[in-house]
Structure formats: C-alpha cells, structure tokens
C-alpha cells in the first residue's frame, strides 16, 4: 500500500535563509540534546515531534553525540511513523562525538566519512539537510575537515555543511581553504546566542558574516530554561537542572545560585519577566526567544522541550518578535547591561545606513 502522507502547513512561521544558500529554514527549529532519545522516549518524542510539525516546525536538529546516537535513532523512527514527506523536512546533524575509539571522534577524514554513514543509518535517511561539525578539531588540518565535507555532500548525503562553536579566526580559515581550493564551504554556525551570553554571536562572528554571508542556528536561547524564570523560586523536580545537575556546566550554573553572579542572573530573569509581562503581554521565554530571533543574523532558533506544551508556549514568540521596537530593545539592553562593545574603528566617523563593508 502506498505510503499516506501527513503534508505540511506552515501556519504562521516565518522562514530565513540559511546563510548564503538558497535553503529556507523556519524562525523556529526544534532540537534533541538531553530531550528527545534522553530524558525523552518512546510515544512522548512522537507527540513533541507531532506537535511541532503541526504547528510550522518542519526543521529538526540532532547529533551523533546525542544520547550516544540514541537521539538519531528516536527522530528517524518518529518521522517515518508519523508518515512525514522527506521533502517538507530540514534535518540536521552533527558529528564529533561518536564513540570511544581513537578513531570514533573528531573531523579526521576517517570519522566524518564513517560517522555521516552511520548517522544516516541511525536516523533511516538516504541524507541530511545540514551536517556540522559539533566542534572544531585543531587536531586534524582544516583542508582535510573542508575536503571531507565535500566528500559528503558530493556523494549526496547531505546538502550544506555547518559548524559549531568554531571561533571566527576557524571559519575564516575554512572560508579560506574552500576559496583556494575551489570547494563548498560552511554556510552556517550553530552557535549559543542568548541574552545572557552574547559575545561570540554579536561581536566576534561579526567579520564573518559580512565577509561570507553565514547564518546561525541558535542554540541554548532560553539559556537552558533559566531564561523561562523557571529557576527563580528554586529548582523544579522534573526540570533540566534537576534531571542533569551532574553535567559539569549545569552543576556550575546550581552552584552559582548561591553567589553573587547567579544572584545577578536571576535578578535580570526577573527584571526581563516584569518587562515582558507589563509591556509587552508575554512571559520571559517568549521575550528572549523573540529577541534572539530578531537578530539579522540568526537564521533559526532551535528550541529545546521535553514536553509537546513547551513548544506550542514556545511558538509564541512569533507573535512577539514585531513588538521589539527599538525602544523595546533599548529597555532590554538596560535590564542586561551586557552589550558587546561594537569593532573599534579608532575615530573613524560613523557611516550611514546603507555604508556596509
Ligand atoms: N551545537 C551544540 O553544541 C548545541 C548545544 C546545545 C544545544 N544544541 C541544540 O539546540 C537545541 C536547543 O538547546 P537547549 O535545549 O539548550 O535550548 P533551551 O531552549 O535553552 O532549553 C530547553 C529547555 O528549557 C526548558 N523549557 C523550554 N521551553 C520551556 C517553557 N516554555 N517553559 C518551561 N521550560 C521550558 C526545557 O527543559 P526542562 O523542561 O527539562 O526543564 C527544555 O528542554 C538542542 O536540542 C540541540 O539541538 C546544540
């Protein structure tokens, strides 16, 4: 019998480029790191997945390292179960973390050949849409990582090729090697961007998105659910921070609740929160999701749920992101007092608008 489709319904999502491509990725992306193959299994992936698909998600980012590939196995079973057309989908990947051997980690050439192999088996797709490099590997030349990639993509099994957390003096040297050589290079960075860890995305990536036009695809916006004000009465049972308080960067976050720079955060969640709900008529998440998205350089936001009624909250956002005028924005730069200083241009007069590099 033939397969019976569900077809895709955008409903009210807002679509980027990815980059310098020509792909069209959704405002809002949905990702499985900790939730979907981890804390989240069996029939509730299919109802966060189900929920997001119907609600204008039709892009979905996993990795190898993801539950120790269990992450890939849980999103491919739940796309072919809920009969989603390959064509109405964006999926991504990620390699690094593959396994234990000397050789199951990292961008050698070995790795990334085998590694895109085995994802795509775990995941039961011919390709991805996307495949990054989880993170740099100064161990392995960068014309062997750019070549490999190409090799990928040559052989069809994935489209586009994408970094994460690469600093910008890596991508341009990418960028380089791909210019030299005549090859494809990265289009996008997957990269943590929320309001209370900004640098990276806002000022050092700043030449790299002029000169090579790369998108991001955001992670971590609601910074783990802190941003969700969550956290501000205490540690909730079922949350993230109680379910994985042995990872060491969570630990260090539970731990900092009891000094001044965790004191500090919380007191900005609830500043933001009073701003959100008083002016604005959402709540916090919904604020910094919005203000992430409103990024010209943020091309998807990939939200985390381990629950179908945090993405439809989550969704919301959309509606929010219009409302940051910038006023709206002035009032939060105050309440986050954070803003990366601009590229020095040593007294250079400022240029107009329309003076672009
Ligand atoms: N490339 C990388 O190195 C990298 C790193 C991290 C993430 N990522 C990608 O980005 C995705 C998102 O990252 P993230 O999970 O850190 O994003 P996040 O949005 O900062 O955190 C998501 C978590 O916040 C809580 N949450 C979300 N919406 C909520 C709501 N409306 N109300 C209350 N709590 C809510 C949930 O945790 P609980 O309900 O469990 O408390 C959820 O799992 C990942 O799945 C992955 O695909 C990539």
Known sequence: MAQEYKVYDPKNMLFRRLGPSGLRVPVFSLGGWLTLGGTVLGDPVKEIIKVAFENGINMFDTAEGYAAGKSEEE????????GLRRTDLIISTKLFWGGDGPNDTGLSRKHIIEGTKLSLKRLGLDYVDVIFAHRPDPTVPMEEVVRAFNHVINQGWSFYWGTSEWSAQQLEEAHHVAHVYGLIAPIAEQCQHHMLHRERAEQEYDP??????????VFSALAGGLLTGKYNKGIPDDSRLAKHADLP?????????????????????????NLAQNELGCSVAHLALAWVAKNPNTSTVILGASKPEQVLDNLKAIEVIPKLTPAVLEKIENILGNKPDPVPTFGRPALDKFGRL
Do not use: A, C, H
Request: charged share 35%; net charge positive.
């Open 75 to 82: 999103m491919g079973r739940v796309i072919k179960e809920l």
């Open 208 to 217: 790299i998105y002029r000169n090579y036009g790369m998108g991001t695809t």
């Open 249 to 273: 960067f969570l630990k260090q976050l539970i731990d900092s609740f009891g000094e001044e720079e965790g004191r500090k955060k919380l007191k900005i969640v609830q500043d933001l929160n």
